[in-house]
């Protein structure tokens, strides 16, 4: 797409209108902020180079320790005494080792001293696309071997990812082995392909603001993709027969998981969910990315601009700015310009609170079936709280775990079912068999619908 060397541009605010026009900061943070333009390596990143040579330093004082121990003894110690000396300068290497791993400066040497955004500056994602339905179409004529309907069904990107570090502990990169498992598992039932994204595209949209720039990515570089759905890892399918009514947003670009009353109002902070929504691939999703990402770059503009979201969103605690209050308060303060082509859903579970679902499961398989979607049986559960990769959350890890190892099952049951199998708990990983054998095999695949699609011919549609 001619961006093999794209880098992130900022262009000036215009003020009013367009997607330009949001404020990010408090008049009075504004009126006394100061320029962060330039060049050169900032002083926090020298001192924290410095600091890593110390530690190095360090490391080497203890290599050298073992060597010499090694070579002449250590004096007088006895064995078990000098064995425990020995076992304690390894534990320090080792932990030496581990702080420099995860302090250590990610920036290739190759690339230039990274400078400070601008925050005089309107942030943006890159260069401003006005065409791009009209160049979308071209290409899907060009290009009929990439049709954006396929079986007379919209094609869709399901999209998903983590940090590119290891998690904070052992047990988080297992759950998120299960989550990215159960999308999968979904998306293959479907015909959805899916992304798993483990990069940070743009340096300044760290944390739950990297979905910005990799979405628009993806719909750049994939125009034979119709929708874009967005699923945060922490979140499960848990029917894995309902499939979204795509029909019935014919006339709509987002599709996200809200609340009309708490949206206009209340004004609550909680009004809708960007854990799992929908994107439609043209130049309206593309100018509501630009207007929405103004408010995420890390460090002043971000906290600034949660004063104000904090301000004006009902119930929102004092923090740094968050997509999902960004996304409100831009839809809430331009309602004209973007509102008509958003639809908040709530007829089924695009996205379920975990907390009050978790524990009905075993009366859920009693009394429904899957294929509903909603309370009954719900389609995705999220564990919004949860933070299994991280070092904190806002429950109980224990709770937590358990939580999703129950959604896990929950759902791989529905699975397993195709192959005569299930799990014999909702806790742990052994399985029973619950059919046998049979030599008619295909007569059981007719009654298990799970895979049923619609017929219709591939073609595009614009």
């Not at 004209?336 to 695009?350: I, P």
């Not at 399985?431 to 054998?437: A, F, L, Q, S, V």
Request: a negative charge; charged letters at 25%; one cysteine or more.
């Amino acid at each position: 797409m001619g961006q093999d060397n794209f880098t992130p541009q900022k262009r000036s605010s215009t003020g009013g209108g367009g997607g330009g026009g949001l404020p990010t900061t408090n008049n009075a943070a504004a009126g006394g902020g100061r320029t962060r333009g330039f060049p050169g390596m900032p002083r926090g990143r020298q001192i924290h180079k410095t600091f890593n040579n110390i530690k190095i330093t360090i490391l080497c004082g203890f290599v050298t320790i073992l060597v010499l121990r090694g070579t002449i003894g250590v004096g007088n110690l006895g064995s078990s005494e000098a064995e425990a000396v020995n076992q304690h300068l390894i534990e320090e290497t080792n932990r030496i080792l581990a702080e420099i791993r995860s302090d250590s400066d990610p920036t290739d040497p190759d690339e230039p001293p990274e400078t400070e955004i601008n925050t005089n500056i309107t942030y943006t994602l890159g260069p401003k696309i006005s065409d791009w339905d009209q160049q979308r179409k071209v290409w899907l004529s060009h290009n009929p071997e990439f049709p954006n309907f396929v079986n007379g069904k919209a094609r869709i990107l399901l999209v998903t990812g983590s940090p590119p570090n290891p998690c904070d502990n052992a047990i988080g990169d297992h759950y998120l082995l299960k989550s990215i498992k159960n999308k999968i598992d979904y998306c293959r039932l479907h015909g959805i392909e899916i992304v798993y994204n483990m990069a940070h595209l743009d340096r300044e949209l760290a944390g739950y603001w990297a979905k910005l720039p990799l979405i628009r990515r993806l719909m750049l570089s994939h125009p034979e993709v119709e929708w874009i759905w967005w699923m945060d890892s922490d979140a499960f399918f848990t029917d894995m027969v309902f499939e979204i009514p795509l029909s019935k947003y014919d006339k709509y670009n987002l599709v996200v998981h809200g609340y009309p009353d708490l949206m206009f109002e209340q004004k609550s902070w909680i009004a809708l969910n960007t854990g799992s929504f929908l994107f439609r691939n043209c130049q309206w999703s593309l100018d509501l990315l630009d207007a929405w990402a103004p408010m995420g770059p890390k460090g002043l503009i971000r906290e600034e601009a949660g004063k104000v979201l904090t301000a004006n969103l009902k119930g929102r605690p004092a923090f740094e700015a968050d997509d999902q209050s960004a996304l409100i308060y831009l839809l809430l303060s331009q309602k004209d310009q973007w509102m008509d082509k958003v639809f908040l859903e709530n007829q089924y579970y695009l996205h379920g609170y975990w907390a009050g679902l978790v524990d009905k499961y075993e009366e859920m398989m009693e009394k429904y079936h899957p294929g509903l979607g909603d309370e009954r049986w719900p389609f995705v559960t999220h564990f919004v709280g949860c933070k299994p990769c991280g070092s904190y959350g806002d429950y109980p890890v224990e709770r937590c775990l358990r939580s999703m190892q129950r959604a896990f099952n929950f759902a791989d049951n529905q699975v397993l079912d195709l192959y005569g199998f299930r799990h014999r708990g909702l806790l742990g990983p052994n399985i029973k068999r619950i059919r046998n054998e049979t030599v008619t095999p295909l007569e059981i695949v007719d009654q298990l619908n799970i895979r049923r699609s619609a017929h219709g011919k591939s073609d595009s549609q614009s």
